[in-house]
């Protein structure tokens, strides 16, 4: 069976959690703190040396780490990836502006309030929120004229922004301004088979 | 014929050159200096609301951001991309990797030394050399049993990563203690069809 290593609370895991649960592939999961060192030790650096999560491995030792390339790997085949070119293309194109222009910014600026590091950051926040604003203006923008972010229907791509999008607020990011990001989280959230990021699924293994 | 706007100096652009020199496909490249403000005109802005660069662009108006998606899209079919959906999913691994673990450090750190910029960061520097050296030494670990990146052989895998680490002594990071991203490093250099980062290729267009 599929193992899962990731933390409950992060948003590039909830990604593989969710598409996941969507797909109905049964897996198991090993929770780790992230915040306590768990991708710190010895063990787990063993498995990724970038000691993040999620990371997945399969009976045979074959693990593969970094969430969007979990999700490629996952939804390949599936309606949760296109088959046409251009279209994965375009996939691809919005999870490498997730992982360079949105999450860096959204989900680092959340873990900041979650682990109590707001002072202790205050000089870097007024620029890693307008950092992070404009990557909400950029898919603010794209949401005018479309539905969901690639191939007119929901993807990987959808998944992978709106795991951190979902909890901009957490972070401090009003939506307000935002119609069109609103409405499209609405129409994530009411996918078949969606799940909240504090939901309980898979089968959880204690690990090492 | 497609269209790649880009700046001469810039790891990123220099992927997409390296890649359609090897694919010996003709394309314009239109010069911008990122440094002029050319990628935040109001033109500009209406072809990559975030405002970076390289994007390739097709006469009928379609158009790609993100210089791994374009790296993706562009060796679809080809040697530089396996078919193996296991060996693909472990080339975007390495891509992602790229993108959030790699050039946030390399990339910026060399572009402050580009830019004169050093001084007025002082204080984020030690931890983004520390950060850029993790990354290197991820690298390292994996070449350690290892001659490329995925698919064990030359991919777009190998480009993504050498774009900033073949420059990465321009910001201030020694390679002595890698002997393994040295090695590398010819590996990628001896490929057929291999360009520097300085070489003129393509079909130079002024626009707007």
Chains 1, 2 share one sequence.
């Not at 923008?141 to 901009?168: E, N, P, Q």
Request: charged share 25%; hydrophobic share 40%; net charge negative.
């Amino acid at each position: 069976m599929l193992r899962l290593y990731e933390y409950w609370n992060s948003g590039n895991c909830y990604k593989v959690r969710l598409l996941l649960a969507q797909l109905g592939e049964p897996f198991e999961r090993v929770p780790l703190d992230i915040y306590k060192g768990d991708t710190r030790t010895e063990e787990f650096l063993a498995k990724n040396p970038n000691r993040r999560v999620p990371l997945i491995e399969f009976p045979d030792g074959r693990r593969l780490a970094e969430s969007d390339a979990i999700l490629f790997f996952l939804a390949e085949g599936t309606p949760w990836l296109p088959e046409d070119r251009w279209e994965r293309a375009r996939v691809l194109q919005w999870m490498f502006f997730e992982q360079y222009s949105h999450e860096p910014y959204l989900a680092v600026v959340r873990s900041w309030h979650l682990a109590g590091l707001i002072e202790q950051n205050r000089a870097a926040l007024a620029d890693m929120m307008e950092r992070g604003y404009h990557a909400l203006g950029v898919m603010e923008k794209h949401l005018a004229s479309a539905d969901y972010f690639a191939a007119g229907r929901y993807t990987i791509a959808d998944i992978a922004l709106y795991a951190y999008t979902h909890v901009a607020e957490e972070g401090g990011f009003q939506l307000d301004e935002f119609p069109g990001i609103r409405s499209w989280l609405d129409r994530v959230r009411s996918q078949n088979g969606h799940i909240r990021i504090g939901d309980a699924v898979g089968k959880v293994v204690t690990w090492p």
